[in-house]
């Protein structure tokens, strides 16, 4: 079965800091793999994504992933970061045999200190 | 215009109420979707409609009852809801039930059952 782990729940980086998220993913094909950001109170919305091609990623607000087939992994990565970004992170895959349905990790809160 | 809009942001209701989350957009998506959020937890798919039909209803309470009167407007009915139905619930829409399509959530909205 399809399945996403966030290995971190809480993050502290400080502002102006390089940022990683981590995603480990199980997939039994090509995988389709998301990053979402909820602020507090928010809904979600799209960081990048991935389906095939170019195994690294640029999405939005400067962040950008890797997709990795040898270590099931599709880490986030920010170069500085911002106060802004504090924010929940989810990693999600798209599931194998559903177009409708898509999977989240846990999720990873990042917290920024000034 | 990207945007996903969701009534009343916060709702207050009890156990023998009866009352109706409202989702709209003008994106000109065909496919909608109801989520539950529990605090700190990832959301969780209820429904899927996919032109206004409903696709995937995922072993949820009848007690939660989904409409879609027309492509732009999505409703989720609630009737007799206990305790643990607390949560934020978010709506989102996509292009169409297309795995590659990217979800757009709206801001949520937040529910207290008494």
């Known amino acids: 079965a399809q399945s996403v782990t966030q290995p971190d729940i809480h993050i502290t980086v400080s502002e102006g800091a390089s940022l990683e998220l981590r995603c480990n993913y199980s997939?039994?094909?090509?995988?389709?793999l998301f990053w979402y950001v909820q602020s507090p109170g928010q809904g979600l919305q799209l960081l990048l994504k991935?389906?095939?091609?170019?195994?690294l990623v640029q999405g939005i607000k400067g962040f950008e992933a890797e997709f990795k087939r040898s270590q099931s992994s599709f880490n986030l990565r920010k170069p500085s970061v911002h106060w802004s970004d504090a924010a929940e992170y989810f990693c999600?895959?798209?599931?194998?045999?559903?177009?409708?349905?898509?999977?989240f990790g846990k999720g990873t809160r990042l917290h920024i200190l000034p | 215009d990207t945007e996903v809009t969701q009534t009343p942001k916060h709702l207050v209701m009890g156990m023998t109420n009866k009352k109706s989350l409202k989702c709209e957009q003008h994106?000109?998506?065909?496919?909608m979707y109801w989520y539950k959020q529990k605090a700190k937890k990832p959301p969780e798919l209820m429904f899927v409609?996919?032109?206004?039909?409903?696709?995937i209803n995922e072993s949820v309470p009848s007690r939660f009852s989904p409409e879609c009167p027309n492509s732009s407007l999505l409703n989720l009915h609630l009737h007799a809801l206990q305790p643990e139905d607390s949560a934020l619930y978010l709506c989102?829409?996509?292009?169409?039930?297309?795995?590659?399509?990217?979800?757009?959530f709206g801001p949520g909205t937040r529910l207290l059952v008494l």
């Open positions: 989102a829409s996509s292009r169409g039930l297309i795995k590659e399509e990217t979800q757009y």
């Open positions: 991935y389906f095939s091609g170019d195994t």
């Open positions: 997939y039994g094909a090509t995988p389709y």
């Open positions: 994106m000109g998506h065909r496919a």
């Open positions: 999600a895959v798209g599931l194998l045999n559903r177009d409708d349905k898509i999977i």
């Open positions: 409609y996919s032109y206004e039909k409903l696709s």
